[in-house]
């Protein structure tokens, strides 16, 4: 009896080492991928002649990764062409501004064009029309040309509760409107100046980059969107179709290599996360789990969500009484 015990707790201690190391041995790997991610992130089809694919979605903040990725897509010379791929409602008007002057100078070395998934309102149009050629499918979203300022106004609400906020001003539109208090006319009319302003800059984008004439510009300017089938008639897009009709436009029109590889460029950790989700998409993809890949590349963006500040070129259905 006294040596089974002893053989049953020598087997006992044998599996909790063995635990142990496989633990172990589990945090190097994970380790290793992590390094070797790190390291390989930016050479991964480096050297290759390819066509590049950026990929503009979600909120359009104008985020240094974003324009990082865009930098460095123009200056490898590796790439011999980008397809630009969008899929946002749009985003700020400063955002979607410093996306568009970083296209346009990748543009002016290489060839660009866009390849509309679900949408591309408001400052996703933008971004579009930065590029050489626009391809959109023919259910896609497209337009929302104009721009937006929203607040709330909680003065009913604070009314019915019985709060009262006070403020001290250096002068009346200073911190207007606020939701704090009634929106005055003199608030109103600064802050309608300021979109006023940002439309005209919006619609002198829209009229030089599509050679639009004054009956074409107001036909499409009024903030509606259209599907990408009303888009080429408006003249809004150029072509209807996707990857493969953008690569076609690259072959046919820029002369660029038949068959070569397109090669989707990813942007660079933030700082903020160290870089996890990032290095951890970019070991999946050295190893081949594409699918784990995305999931990892969903949770890094989310993480660098930045925070909505400032006028909006951004669409989104209104809700009727």
């Not at 996890?276 to 784990?292: I, P, R, V, Y």
């Amino acid at each position: 009896m006294s040596f089974d015990a002893d053989l049953l707790a020598d087997r006992r201690r044998l599996r909790r080492r063995l635990s142990w190391w496989r633990a172990v041995a589990f945090l190097l790997v994970i380790a290793a991928l992590l390094a070797a991610a790190w390291f390989m992130r930016d050479r991964v089809g480096a050297g290759e002649r390819q066509i590049a694919k950026i990929e503009i979605s979600g909120f359009i903040s104008g985020d240094d990764r974003t324009l990082d990725l865009i930098k460095r897509v123009r200056e490898s010379k590796a790439v011999d062409a980008v397809l630009v791929e969008i899929s946002s409602p749009g985003g700020t008007t400063s955002g979607s501004e410093a996306i568009y002057q970083e296209l346009r100078r990748l543009s002016a070395e290489k060839p660009t064009v866009a390849v509309v998934d679900s949408m591309a309102a408001s400052g996703a149009y933008i971004t579009a029309i930065a590029t050489d050629h626009i391809v959109s499918r023919e259910t896609s979203l497209v337009g929302s040309i104009g721009v937006l300022f929203q607040f709330p106004n909680f003065t009913n609400l604070l009314d019915h509760v019985g709060v009262n906020v006070e403020s001290i001003k250096s002068s009346p539109l200073k911190a207007a409107p606020s939701g704090f208090e009634p929106t005055s006319p003199e608030a109103r009319a600064a802050i309608a100046s300021l979109v006023s302003d940002s439309f005209d800059w919006f619609k002198r984008l829209v009229r030089e980059r599509r050679s639009f004439n004054d009956a074409q510009l107001n036909a499409v300017a009024d903030g509606r969107v259209f599907t990408g089938h009303q888009a080429l008639g408006l003249k809004l897009v150029d072509e209807i179709g996707g990857e493969r009709q953008a690569i076609a436009w690259l072959e046919r029109e820029k002369k660029i290599t038949r068959d070569l590889p397109v090669r989707e460029w990813k942007r660079r950790s933030s700082d903020s996360d160290w870089g996890l989700w990032s290095a951890l998409g970019t070991g999946a993809t050295l190893l081949g789990f594409h699918d784990l890949a995305a999931v990892f590349d969903r949770l890094d963006n989310q993480l660098a969500a930045q925070r909505l500040d400032g006028l909006l070129a951004l669409w989104h259905p209104s809700l009727e009484k």
